[in-house]
């Protein structure tokens, strides 16, 4: 397995829209593992291609320590088909902006549907952790963080932090 290295802000590739998956080969399914294992090694919920660089659509998620039992997802061009009109808020985190989190409210029940890595259409109706984390992650997708949704001056004060500790990485 080979690990990925994860862009964080402001990096431009991090705003891309990416494309959907057509191919189900070995090709992806290396992707997924790398993405899996670089997500452990960076401690996250949560991991999208675009994220290490990769423009499709492609995630990879595992909330098994929040949901009490083993759930690795593998999604291919996920989509959300219905959204509550309840929300919910909950405490974001993200490899692409290390070291901040903030209170995001997002709908708090999801009806979604994806690709696994065999191309076979898996649906997830869910809540809670899970609700959250898809939806984050499929931000990504798009080319969205989860810092978009606080204000301008909270934002660019969030990237400017992660400019600060990028600098102070490289050079110690
Ligand atoms: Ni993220």
């Not at 029940?109 to 809540?127: R, S």
Request: charged content about 30%; some cysteine; hydrophobic content about 40%.
């Amino acid at each position: 397995m080979t690990l990925l290295t994860v862009l964080t802000v402001p990096d431009s590739r991090l705003r891309i829209k990416a494309k959907p998956v057509s191919v189900f080969d070995e090709k992806l399914s290396i992707l997924f593992d790398d993405m899996l294992e670089t997500m452990y090694v960076e401690d996250g919920a949560g991991l999208a291609a675009p994220q290490v660089g990769i423009d499709l659509r492609v995630v990879v998620m595992d909330v098994s320590e929040r949901e009490n039992e083993s759930c690795v997802y593998k999604m291919v061009n996920p989509e959300v088909t219905w959204r509550s009109k309840e929300l919910s808020v909950c405490n974001e985190g993200c490899l692409s902006v290390p070291e901040q989190r903030a209170e995001i409210s997002r709908p708090a029940a999801i009806k979604m549907h994806y690709l696994d890595e065999n191309g076979v259409l898996q649906h997830i109706e869910t809540d809670g952790f899970l609700a959250t984390c898809i939806q984050h992650e499929m931000d990504h997708l798009d080319g969205k963080l989860y810092i978009d949704y606080l204000s301008t001056l909270k934002r660019q004060m969030y990237i400017n932090k992660v400019k600060r500790i990028k600098k102070y990485e490289s050079e110690n």
